[in-house]
């Protein structure tokens, strides 16, 4: 098989996951998505003879990098609209979404969003796009056995996290209605 017909098998076979990856961590800038997987499989066509057998763990390693500019990119137009003075908030079109709005699991994403960058992509590469140890130490550009380890260290933070945010469910048999406990005398 050419190269060419390793990177359209890879394409065809790819393509909505790694839209589906760039989707997750754009939070639904459907304009943003679609250049950012553009750019990915540029890249991809570019270093086809690179391709691996097992091409989606290399594909969201490139997402990874195409979403770091893109995020840079974003970063610098919206320092410049704020600069220009022409923000949303400015023109009172800024829509303050009430508690009802909360999403399901939205705290889960809350504290995910309290963990680093580092953190956040290893929970996200295993528990969306499912990957195994061994794949994401391919998208992440290292070893296994780093890969395990950040994975092991970012759940440990999560979870401290959520016990965290956790709110403080009152227990029963410490409520200040109850009658004191008598300690036995006898």
């Known amino acids: 098989m050419s190269n060419d017909e390793i990177f359209a098998a ?24 679609e250049e950012v997987v553009a750019e990915v499989f540029t890249v991809a066509w570019r270093r086809r003879a690179d391709l691996p057998a097992a091409a989606l763990p290399w594909l969201y390693g490139v997402a990874r990098n195409c979403l770091a500019n893109a995020v840079r990119g974003h970063g610098r137009r919206r320092r410049l609209v704020d600069r220009l003075g022409n923000d949303d908030t400015v023109h009172g079109r800024h829509i303050a979404a009430g508690p009802e709005a909360e999403t399901p699991g939205g ?11 580092a953190d ?35 759940r440990r933070r999560l979870r401290a996290e959520i016990d965290r945010m956790r709110p403080e469910v009152p227990n029963a048999g410490h409520s200040c209605m109850t009658a004191p406990k008598e300690h036995g005398h006898g």
């Open 120 to 154: 956040q992509e290893v929970l996200r590469l295993t528990a969306w796009e499912q990957l195994g140890v061994d794949e994401v130490a391919v998208a992440l550009g290292c070893g296994s056995r780093a890969a395990s380890m950040r994975l092991h260290r970012a």
């Open 107 to 117: 705290w889960v994403h809350e504290a995910l969003a309290r963990l680093s960058a």
């Open 10 to 33: 890879a394409y065809r076979e790819h393509y909505w996951a790694v839209s589906r990856y760039v989707a997750r961590r754009l939070d639904g800038r459907a304009d943003d998505v």
